[in-house]
């Protein structure tokens, strides 16, 4: 945090230290570093201590309120979002449980009080820019958020985590592009192989050709805008949603006349690995990484970062066909629809490619591809922008969905022959 930027703010949200005498000592800053988990710095500047207590007092009274709610733990990024996210996530329950200027130590610290007692429904992290500003290096910053995700899965083994990527900045706030790069290489080792934490790419969508965050949407290169908090929230948002937790109504698109649907928005039926028995009636895949949920079919994001699968139809298509499909993905996922065999790529074309210098494309939100067969020709559309013109195509085959980095849902899958 950029203390010059902290007048004005404590001069409107701050209350005297001496109005939380009375208070517990484990809600206020740490005197010192004996005893306490983790590693690096906590910070104990006066208006920091000062925002620290005001801002778990508060919480400590809404406890039994905040309940159930998914926890957004951060600095003041998160803090700045305001306490129901700007209303980003509709009627989803939030708590916002950011404190301007805080660490990752900071934040391992608190975890207990601000976090576990709420017994969230799934916490989403944004942490490490701070640790930055007081020198600390990747590998620590890396190890308490190791820490925060080990306390919050010993909370509860299954509580889902969703682990955003540092945002860029710049070196002239201490925060140099090489440094957050290290740390968000280092969170994808943390995460590695651990199913129920789902790290999302939030720092491509940011950063300019050298690293640092574009200011169209952080004015003073640390902060998000607006605009920016748009594009976080929706970053995150495909995540929730296959949580179950936004976005919670069946789909009720029906076909256009002359087509049929060869996903029922229910379960696997009618798809199948290759090779491998068809999921009928199964609403998840046997490696459970493709399910079906409110008319969407999922690729969910793999723990190993990056991992190849593909589901198939049952059906093979010889005849000429159009097929609709819309697909959304978070930010740089790489994916793919099978064409009677060859693939032609379905990703977050914008930064993953290959495609970008669409325009209609629209980053993690619901775009549609169309793709007509004629002969052994397809040609491919992404919302009306041409990607193939004349697609190689064998004379017969099933249609697949596959999954590799990131995750990938795909909806109103229908042909017409």
Avoid at 237 to 266: A, C, H
Avoid at 314 to 342: H, N, Y
């Amino acid at each position: 945090m950029n203390i010059r930027l902290l007048p004005l703010l404590l001069s409107l949200t701050l209350t005297p230290l001496s109005a939380f005498a009375d208070e517990k000592p484990p809600i206020a800053v740490p005197a010192t570093d004996e005893g306490l988990p983790g590693a690096g710095p906590i910070r104990r500047m006066d208006w920091f201590t000062q925002l620290w207590l005001q801002r778990r007092t508060q919480w400590v009274e809404r406890t039994e309120r905040d309940q159930k709610a998914v926890v957004f733990l951060g600095d003041s990024i998160t803090q700045g979002w305001g306490d129901d996210a700007g209303k980003s996530f509709g009627e989803m329950k939030v708590a916002n449980r950011g404190i301007s200027g805080d660490t990752t130590r900071g934040m391992l610290v608190r975890l207990s009080g601000d976090v576990l007692a709420l017994n969230p429904s799934a916490v989403v992290i944004l942490a490490g820019t701070n640790d930055l500003e007081e020198k600390a290096t990747p590998e620590v910053i890396a190890g308490n958020i190791k820490l925060i995700i080990a306390a919050l899965k010993a909370h509860r083994a299954d509580l889902p985590v969703v682990l955003c990527k540092v945002f860029p900045s710049s070196a002239s706030k201490s925060r140099p592009a090489d440094q957050i790069r290290a740390i968000n290489k280092l969170l994808a080792g943390v995460v590695r192989d651990q199913p129920q934490v789902t790290l999302v790419e939030t720092w491509k969508p940011f950063a300019d050709a050298n690293g640092d965050a574009l200011p169209a949407e952080f004015p003073d290169l640390l902060h998000p805008n607006e605009a920016g908090y748009h594009k976080w929230a929706a970053a995150v948002r495909p995540v929730l949603s296959t949580l179950g937790l936004v976005e919670t109504e069946p789909d009720p698109f029906q076909p256009e006349p002359g087509f049929t649907s060869l996903f029922n928005g229910k379960d696997l039926t009618g798809w199948t690995f290759k090779d491998g028995a068809p999921f009928d009636g199964q609403a998840r895949s046997s490696d459970q990484r493709y399910f079906a949920r409110n008319g969407k079919l999922i690729v969910t994001t793999p723990s190993e970062g990056s991992k190849i699968a593909a589901l198939w139809t049952v059906r093979q298509f010889p005849k000429d066909f159009t097929l609709r499909l819309e697909f959304r993905a978070t930010p740089d996922a790489d994916s793919g629809v099978f064409l009677r065999e060859p693939q032609l790529q379905c990703r977050d074309y914008l930064i993953a490619g290959p495609y970008k210098n669409l325009t209609k494309y629209k980053p993690q939100d619901w775009n549609e591809m169309e793709v007509t067969v004629t002969g052994g020709t397809a040609y491919c559309t992404c919302n009306g922008e041409v990607l193939e013109a004349a697609y190689a195509l064998p004379a017969t085959g099933p249609i697949g969905l596959e999954g590799d980095r990131g995750q990938m849902e795909y909806r109103r899958i229908r042909v017409k022959e």
